[in-house]
């Protein structure tokens, strides 16, 4: 039989609604409206912390695991950490898992998500069955795919928080095995797209299944595909989260096995290798630094420091070096364009390894705000660091040759860090006029932020 929630968590639940309602009621009209947490895994800075905020203190966990239907309610704020923790005993995952734990479920509908099963299970709002959405009215919708909000339901994603915050929502879940064996496949540039084309129409690769598949390119001349499997058994697990660090095992190991658990958050030690840049990776270093401080949120917390108070942009400067410029994103390219824009990418940006993750979107219909195409394959190339501002040049220009790129190469790009798009054709990119008609029903006075001044103004 379906599993039914726990009274008193339904109870709770239900309070914590009631106080997020009432945290809303109390912003002035005019006054932005943000969630109240100090937390953020996106990369546009946050300028008004010291503004009221909407109470979502009593929405960050798991109201239910039904491990018959294989599916979960859960809390709008709950991180994926904690989902996983209570999906894994029961053999189950989300259907996507994004890689840094501090993700919450709410976020990554609303925003981005993606992981190594996105090439068959696409993006984590389609495996959402319903929602309870706070909209901007100040009412608490239930929406679903079909009925009175399905408008709602299926504009959310990629919403940002422009049309409102979900308290509840109701997800798909996967079966996952005790264990996941790991390929890491060399394969050259020019092969890359065929190979994951046939991945995502086989589900194999050299005769075994693989139910997992990223990669990432160091160089144009050495990129891999790591490709996963389910495993009942493991000859020996390896662990990521001492002094050994996962990427590197890319190039150093052709076949590995992992946890369910450390294959999930692999990534999240070391922020992919972005931990280098605080001196998480020298092996002194690593060995002082303490594990529970060894994590994404952490190194996020550094940066938000830095972007804060400028220590080490200081510190440059005293020592003669050229300001940097931030370089952060996530672009969807088709998968037939990849090694051409990889290629681009190394010879105008330069920044090197580049993470690699097939996506197809699962169904057949194509959400309004995600404008990627049914039945396409798409490579999520994702690039995160800072580049040397060239003289002459201005902060932005790099980032706005790449958006150039992005859609002279038919791709997309995603909103959680800094864009630089003028409103006409951010508008015509994002389908910011189906947004509006949706807004106009469920924030008719404009309290939420729109999703330019979100994304591009910083409003």
């Known amino acids: ?16 609604v009631g106080r997020l309602r009432s945290s809303y009621q109390r912003i002035p009209p005019g006054e932005p409206v943000r969630l109240a947490k100090r937390s953020s895994n996106l990369f546009r800075p946050r300028t008004d912390l010291d503004r009221p905020g909407l109470d979502v203190s009593g929405l960050t966990g798991v109201i239910d695991v039904d491990p018959v ?4 309610d859960v809390q709008g704020m709950c991180t994926y950490e904690d989902l996983v923790a209570a999906t894994l005993p029961h053999g189950l995952t989300p259907m996507v898992v994004p890689q840094l734990k501090t993700i919450t479920l709410g976020g ?31 009412d608490i919708v239930t929406a679903r ?11 959310f994603p990629n919403s940002y928080g422009t049309l409102g915050y979900a308290t509840r929502l109701r997800i798909e879940l996967d079966r996952i095995s005790p264990y996941i064996a790991l390929r890491h496949v060399r394969i050259e540039l020019d092969r890359l797209g065929a190979a994951i084309e046939e991945i995502v129409a086989s589900g ?9 598949v990223d990669g990432v390119a160091f160089s144009p001349s050495e990129a891999y595909l790591t490709l996963g499997r389910n495993s009942d058994a493991a000859v020996q697990t390896s662990d990521y989260t001492g002094q050994q660090i996962y990427y590197r095992s890319i190039q150093q190991r052709p076949k590995d096995f992992l946890t369910a658990h450390d294959y999930l958050w692999r990534w999240d030690t070391d922020w992919f290798w972005c931990s280098a840049a605080f001196g998480a990776q ?82 057949t219909t194509a959400w309004p705000l995600y404008p990627l195409e049914p039945g396409t394959t798409y490579v999520n190339v994702g690039f995160w660091g800072t580049v040397p501002i060239a ?13 150039a790129a992005v859609a002279e190469f038919d791709g997309h790009k995603s909103l959680y860090s800094d864009a630089y798009y003028d409103r006409d054709t951010f508008d015509r990119l994002y389908n ?15 309290r939420l932020t729109g999703l330019y001044e979100k994304a591009v103004t910083r409003r």
């Open 1 to 16: 039989m379906p599993s039914t929630p726990d009274v008193a968590t339904t109870v709770a639940h239900d309070q914590a």
């Open 69 to 72: 239907a294989r599916t979960a």
């Open 108 to 138: 990554a509908v609303t925003g981005l998500g993606i992981e190594s099963s996105s090439f068959r299970a696409g993006l984590p709002h389609e495996s959402v069955l319903e929602m309870d959405i706070l909209t901007g009215a100040g």
């Open 145 to 155: 795919p079909d009925g009175e909000h399905a408008d709602l339901f299926r504009t």
């Open 204 to 212: 194999m690769y050299d005769d075994e299944p693989v139910h997992f």
């Open 282 to 363: 020298k092996p002194l270093v690593r060995r002082l630094w303490p594990k529970r401080w060894r994590r994404s949120d952490v190194f996020h917390k550094i940066v938000g420091f830095e972007n804060r108070y400028h220590v080490a942009a200081r510190i440059d400067r005293r020592r003669g070096r050229p300001e940097r410029e931030r370089v952060v994103q996530d672009v969807e390219i088709p998968v037939n364009r990849l090694a051409g824009f990889l290629r681009w990418f190394d010879a105008e940006v330069g920044m090197r390894p580049v993470w690699l993750c097939p996506l197809r979107l699962r169904g």
């Open 391 to 403: 003289p002459g040049a201005a902060d932005g220009d790099v980032n706005r040759r790449i958006e």
């Open 432 to 446: 910011v006029s189906a947004l509006t008609e949706v807004k106009k029903r469920y924030d008719p006075d404009a």
